[in-house]
């Protein structure tokens, strides 16, 4: 919602859509003495489907049509791995990760509206193509079947900077 002191009311506007994406990563485990290295290629796709809306007080709402968002990127890397055995047969796993991201393709930079019937287009800030891409993920498990994981993701660009932390549990039967 948004206030003006052109409309009566605020201007209120409702949209859904639906998005995916897929991914696929391919590398190779050398062993390296106690270390495991991996080289990884990978590439991701991403897309999103915005449904068009009509904002609330036309003629001073926004309309903004329907609109297709892709991004299709490209990773080269490299991650660090070790394991460690307690006496208590406790195994932790720490990994590191370091990589290149570079943008082939994206197009959520752009929005399409219309104000007063006149289309017009809003461009973000460009984050920038390319990104470095550090990880961090701890796992453990004391049986085969069962293992925690923690994990911390970042992506820095010239422009902008993602951190991601994840967790979770994984069994295997």
Same mark, same amino acid.
């Given at each position: ?27 190779? #485990?050398? $062993? ?26 036309? $003629?001073?709402?926004?309309?903004? $049509? ?17 394991? #460690? #055995? ?88």
């Amino acid at each position: 919602m948004r206030d003006t002191v052109l409309t009566p009311a605020a201007i209120a506007g409702r949209t859904d859509g639906f998005g995916g994406g897929v991914a696929f990563e391919a590398g190779y #485990r050398l $062993p390296a003495g106690a270390l495991t290295v991996k080289p990884y290629a990978g590439i991701a796709w991403q897309g999103l489907r915005r449904n068009g809306y009509i904002e609330t007080q036309l $003629p001073f709402g926004l309309i903004y $049509p329907t609109q297709w968002f892709e991004k299709l990127t490209t990773t080269l890397g490299v991650s660090l791995a070790t394991q #460690r #055995r307690f006496a208590n047969g406790v195994v932790v796993m720490p990994e590191f990760k370091f990589g290149w991201g570079h943008d082939l393709r994206d197009t959520t930079l752009v929005s399409e509206a219309a104000l007063l019937d006149n289309a017009f287009t809003v461009a973000a800030a460009n984050p920038g193509r390319d990104a470095a891409l550090v990880g961090f993920k701890l796992a453990g498990w004391a049986t085969g079947n069962l293992r925690l994981f923690a994990a911390y993701d970042g992506e820095f660009r010239s422009n902008a900077a993602s951190h991601q932390l994840t967790g979770g549990l994984r069994y295997t039967w």
